[in-house]
């Protein structure tokens, strides 16, 4: 909507002071906020009208002034303007709605990723840096920031009215949504989906940080070890590395800069390989065998937790080469090799 | 009756007038007698009674939600106290009284005689729905008594399935026979409306009540199964794990999303169409005119039932559905609003040029334009894709089905009752009180439901115990107005009542309205009809009442 800027910054100070309004504290804030400025106003409108009508018609024709009705057959021409007037609305508002969607739900490639795990009844927020967070999220003003979520138990919905985005966090299954943060401040986070007891209890806070002030907090909460580095370990420790050596004999396929890829799979069909694609292939690895594989890897289904399985599709995402995965294996290949007689012919 | 007095409403001499000898209600005597009716009257007061109880208990703890809800922290119950009030609230108003509550009473009541049969086509198949009522009813108490169930309404797995220990299967069971009363009222419907209209009726000279039940019982035997289907699942799945929507056996959750509101969303249109039907009948007796395009608020009404299948999805637009399905979805939930644009305006210009008077039902149906347009126009906002991320899973829904249900439904269910009040018990009720009550749940639903606009768009989700500080005035503004609606919804009860003996006579055709139930006597007899009717006018037709009161009159005299 074209308003000028000064007008809708009156406005919007106005109804935030007033309470009546929620702040505007993303990029994507005042392109919801104008769709609702919108459809309010086809709203009123329409009531008036309808109000109008009904006024007009029950002062002029009540009984008093009007004894005798005068019956009056349909018209189409009318029954023609109400519908089509009313269709020509509803599907601007659906284009509008349709506009805003995609950009609330297509994150910029430059977006910067945070993963959320939730469950009853908390948020955790992983960053790759190595912070964890509960019912808190610290992010940077000015930069699009991707929240890649799952829930590690029912159904929740991760949501920050102020930025106006949300979406529900489901089992077994990655969703995103990504936001812009434009003012410094804190805002809540609120879980929307019933998740049963303390489902009110399941809010945080999301804490908008100029990019100083961000870097400072990065360095002074760190764990010490990033997500990539936990999911090498854990890759080492499930003896992943085993098969998926990158060497030329091994028995699973190469996993160095296979995310981003399109992979060929042995049932004919092709698939680009996302966070999504990791995780599933992790926990179902029979319904994702690579083309040229033999479907030997057993399933990790109950064996990892949700935040075992972020750090190792983090890890996955962030390796370069096979360099690091070899060196682990024959380090952890030297170790068992020393009591073992010599002769054995090892597999 | 001048043409200068403001009513039309025309009672018989009160020092004269009596009731009729023979009636349906004094036909038979002793409670076995009604238990075991196959009279389409007697189920219907039957229905009335019971859904009036279940009401308020829905109502009871509709009034302990907001009680709760006056402070931020949840001071007055535990959560998981909350949590079953909420729950039982929705699954007692839904299944209980919204679905039944117009086309069991009033539909059972009035659509064999507006169409001129003696009853339905099956009786006893109706005397069934109101036992499977009960019995529905009764375990679904029993889900309360034993200590309630907190899934919500919807059910929602793996919530339900994995992570309660309440009492799920048994509240999903009642609600599994509740599907099968409505699925047997929409069957008996659809039979009686095509094999048992009196010569002459046809299809075009029905009242708008008869097409709208028509379409409302369509949504009812063909969605009803799958909410059986659905609720069978779940319960498989809590007692046996079969693993449908479990995603750690393969399964998964979204497709409950799916199967539920397949159900669902036309079960919304089960619950408002019988409701516009009244509104239809309503609007035209109290403007003495014909409703305006008859044709098209009749297809406008098929026309709803029809697409109301094809938008489910619509209440799964921030799960994770694909981007492109979520278009089609939307794009068809704008198209499911114009029908319901289409009978705003023509209930709007049934007025014109009409003679209108302002009695109780024509208070109601006001009550219920302003109400539905409100509550319509919102939907519209959640049909928008951008927007629904925002509102969806905020007290924006809640008001906004609360509009359409409450605002929408209930205001034409009391509309309903008061405008065949008259003919159901043959006695008025005292109209300025009646006024006064209609008046009281107008206000006191705009300053209950209004507030929660506003606290959606603040970001207020639905389903809180406790919530942030900054929210409470409107909070504080929700609970008075809900105290002011429990005010004016008691009412009705008691003056109701109280009218059932102390109540005017009301003769047969107080309103002067055209529909053949007005033309028998009040009560009517068990047969309905002395004789089978044969209908030479459309409905609304005043000038043939008009001739028809003239030649009585010549008569008689």
């Known amino acids: 909507m074209h308003i000028s800027p000064v007008l809708w910054q009156f406005l919007v100070k106005w109804l935030n002071a007033s309470a009546l309004f929620p702040r505007e504290a993303s990029t994507i804030a005042p392109y919801a906020d104008a769709l609702y400025f919108f459809l309010l106003l086809i709203t009123v409108v329409g009531l008036t009208f309808v109000g109008c009508l009904i006024f ?43 506009l805003l969607y995609f950009r609330i739900y297509n994150p910029p490639t430059n977006a910067m990723n945070i993963y959320i795990v939730g469950k009853q009844w908390m948020w955790k927020a992983e960053h790759p840096g190595g912070q964890h967070e509960i019912n808190a999220l610290h992010v940077p003003m000015g930069r699009p920031v991707q929240l890649t979520m799952i829930s590690q138990d029912v159904f929740h919905s991760f949501s920050i009215p102020d930025f106006r985005v949300k979406r529900e966090v489901i089992p077994g299954r990655y969703s995103t949504v990504w936001f812009n943060a434009t003012t410094p401040g804190t805002y809540h986070i609120f879980c929307t989906q019933y998740c049963g007891t303390n489902h009110s209890a399941m809010i945080g806070e999301v804490t908008v940080l100029s990019p100083d002030d961000y870097e400072k907090w990065t360095q002074q909460s760190t764990s010490g070890t990033s997500l990539a580095q936990n999911g090498e370990r854990l890759f080492a420790s499930m003896g992943c590395n085993a098969c998926h050596s990158g060497s030329a004999a091994a ?97 | 009756m001048s043409a200068t007095s403001s009513t039309i409403l025309n009672l018989p001499d009160q020092r004269t007038a009596t009731l009729p000898k023979r009636t349906y209600i004094n036909n038979e005597d002793g409670l076995l007698s009604w238990l075991f009716t196959g009279d389409h009257k007697r189920i219907a007061i039957l229905y009335l009674i019971s859904i009036t109880f279940f009401f308020f208990i829905g109502g009871a703890f509709a009034g302990l939600i907001r009680l709760e809800l006056l402070t931020p922290q949840g001071d007055l119950m535990a959560s998981d106290t909350y949590n079953k009030m909420f729950s039982m609230h929705g699954i007692i108003m839904v299944f209980l009284f919204l679905v039944p509550s117009v086309p069991a009473t009033l539909g059972n009541f009035l659509m064999p005689i507006m169409l001129g049969a003696k009853d339905l086509a099956f009786p006893k198949i109706n005397l069934l729905s109101w036992y499977l009522y009960w019995l529905g009813g009764i375990v679904v108490l029993g889900a309360l008594v034993l200590g309630g169930v907190d899934t919500g309404w919807t059910f929602t797995t793996p919530l339900s399935t994995h992570y309660l220990n309440t009492h799920v299967v048994t509240a999903a069971t009642g609600v599994f026979i509740l599907g099968f009363s409505s699925i047997f009222t929409g069957l008996n419907f659809i039979v009686t409306i095509h094999r048992m209209r ?42 046996v794990g079969i693993g449908v929507f479990d995603p750690t056996k393969g399964g998964d959750p979204l497709l409950f999303q799916h199967l539920f509101w397949f159900y669902s969303h036309p079960a919304v249109y089960i619950m408002i169409l019988p409701g516009m039907g009244v509104i239809s009948e309503v609007i035209s ?14 297809f406008s009404s098929v026309a709803i039932a029809l697409f109301g299948f094809f938008v489910w999805a619509h209440h799964m637009f921030i799960m994770g559905v694909s981007n492109y399905s979520a278009l089609v979805f939307s794009l068809l939930t ?21 003679s209108i008077t302002f009695e109780t039902p024509m208070l109601y149906a006001f009550g219920f334009l302003g109400l539905f347009t409100i509550g319509g126009m919102t939907g519209v906002f959640l049909g928008a894709l951008g927007m629904d991320i925002h509102l969806t899973e905020t007290y924006f829904i809640v008001a906004h089905f609360h509009f359409v249900m409450v605002g929408g439904m209930l205001m034409a269910f009391l509309a309903g009752i008061h405008f065949w009040w008259p003919k159901m018990t043959g006695r008025m009720y005292p109209e300025s009180l009646s006024k006064l009550a209609a008046v009281t749940t107008f206000i006191g639903f705009n300053l209950t439901f209004l507030p929660q606009f506003i606290l959606g768009y603040l970001g207020m989700p639905r389903r809180y115990h406790a919530y942030p500080p900054e929210f409470q005035v409107l909070n504080v503004l929700s609970t008075a107005g809900a105290t002011v609606l429990g005010v004016g919804y008691m009412l009705p009860l008691l003056y109701l009542a109280w009218s059932l003996k102390y109540g005017a006579i009301a003769g047969n055709n107080p309103w002067q309205a055209t529909g053949l139930e007005w033309q028998i006597q009040s009560p009517p007899i068990t047969e309905n009809f002395i004789e089978i009717p044969i209908v030479d006018h459309e409905a609304y037709d005043y000038e043939w009442l008009e001739h028809k009161t003239a030649q009585e009159v010549t008569t008689v005299g």
Do not use: C
């Open chain 1, 251 to 347: 028995r699973g396929p190469n996993l160095a800069g296979v995310y981003g890829s399109k992979l060929q799979l042995t049932n004919g069909s092709q698939v680009l390989v996302n966070d999504a694609y990791l995780r599933d292939s992790i926990l179902n690895p029979s319904q994702h065998i690579t083309a040229g594989y033999a479907p030997i890897m057993p399933t990790y289904q109950g064996q990892i937790s949700e935040d075992g399985l972020i750090d190792l599709v983090e890890y996955i995402k962030s390796m370069q080469s096979n360099y690091r995965v070899q060196q682990t294996l024959t380090t952890s290949e030297s170790n068992q090799a020393a009591p073992t007689t010599p002769g054995v012919v090892k597999p």
């Open chain 1, 56 to 98: 007009g018609f029950a002062i002029r024709y009540r009984k008093e002034k009007h004894p005798i009705a005068i019956q009056v057959e349909g018209s189409t021409l009318l029954e023609a303007t109400w519908t089509i007037i009313p269709l020509a609305l509803f599907l601007i508002v659906f284009v509008w709605g349709a």
């Open chain 2, 334 to 354: 704008m198209l499911v609003a114009v029908p319901s644009a289409i009978k705003t305006f023509n209930w709007a210009f049934t007025m014109q040029k009409g």
């Open chain 2, 198 to 239: 009196a010569p002459g009726m046809t299809w075009f000279r029905m009242p708008l009540f008869v097409w709208s039940h028509y379409a409302a019982s369509i949504l009812m035997v063909l969605g009803t199964p799958v909410l059986a289907i659905t609720l069978t699942l779940v319960a498989l799945e809590r007692l």
């Open chain 2, 285 to 298: 007796t109290f403007s003495r005119k014909r409703v305006f395009g008859y044709t098209a608020v009749a």
